[in-house]
């Protein structure tokens, strides 16, 4: 499996701020995604990070909230933007593609609190 | 919509005692259901992936079955160790072919 980082691990962040989400995987894979992780509900498919153009969001997700960069195959990030409480959940990467299946691995996930 | 049920939300057993979860699913046509185990403050870690119905795998205390309305994870003789939350996904019709529809999961103690 892949070995998968995030940072930050965690973070505070006053509502009205923006924070930048860094995904970095130890060897080039073709799928990343985003997820996001709220208490007592699923975990949630974001968007998909595409190398080299948009990323592909998910219904009720969109980019002016969730910006999304995928600059090379090793490398994402995730700005969660204009935060207020409700965005406080955790917030995972995962990458696909890698044994020639469809399952995924996770990074070990970023808890945001927004106050 | 394809939609997960887990159930039950908790359990909680005595080491060496085995029980099953289940993941109930409504998709059309399923393209792949997924069990991951996740501690806590971690991410999900990937465990098994079931493609059609009689089909099983196992690793260590644990095993998956399918069926086509549900799947199963039976764990036997369970350790402490186990204790997590267990998450079942299935995969959706999508534009990057990987999209996940994951269930709320069932968080199971296992006490000495």
């Known amino acids: 499996s892949a070995v998968i980082s995030q940072k930050p691990s965690r973070d505070i962040c006053q509502r009205g701020t923006s924070l930048t989400i860094q995904c970095q995987v130890d060897s080039q894979v073709t799928m990343m995604f985003w997820y996001r992780q709220q208490p007592g509900q699923s975990l949630t498919l974001i968007a998909t990070?595409?190398?080299?153009?948009?990323?592909?969001?998910e219904s009720g997700f969109v980019i002016d909230k969730f910006p999304i960069s995928r600059p090379n195959l090793t490398f994402s990030t995730l700005t969660v933007s204009n935060m207020s409480p409700e965005d406080s959940s955790i917030y995972l990467c995962?990458?696909?593609?890698?044994?020639?299946?469809?399952?995924?691995?996770f990074g070990p996930g970023t808890r945001l609190t927004v106050t | 919509e394809d939609q997960v049920t887990q159930s039950p939300e908790a359990l909680r057993l005595q080491e060496g005692e085995s029980s099953s979860l289940n993941c109930s699913y409504t998709v059309s046509g399923l393209r792949g259901l997924f069990w991951y185990r996740q501690d806590p403050g971690k991410g999900p870690e990937f465990l098994f992936t079931l493609y059609s119905a009689g089909e099983e795998k196992e690793k260590e205390r644990l095993k998956a079955t399918l069926t086509k309305k549900e799947s199963f994870l039976h764990i036997t003789a369970p350790k402490p160790e186990d204790s997590a939350t267990y998450l079942c996904?299935?995969?959706?019709?999508?534009?990057?072919?990987?999209?996940?529809?994951f269930g709320k999961g069932t968080s199971l103690l296992v006490t000495p």
């Open positions: 995962s990458v696909g593609g890698r044994t020639g299946g469809y399952e995924q691995y």
């Open positions: 990070a595409n190398q080299g153009s948009e990323a592909t969001y």
């Open positions: 996904a299935v995969r959706r019709n999508s534009n990057s072919g990987y999209a996940l529809n």
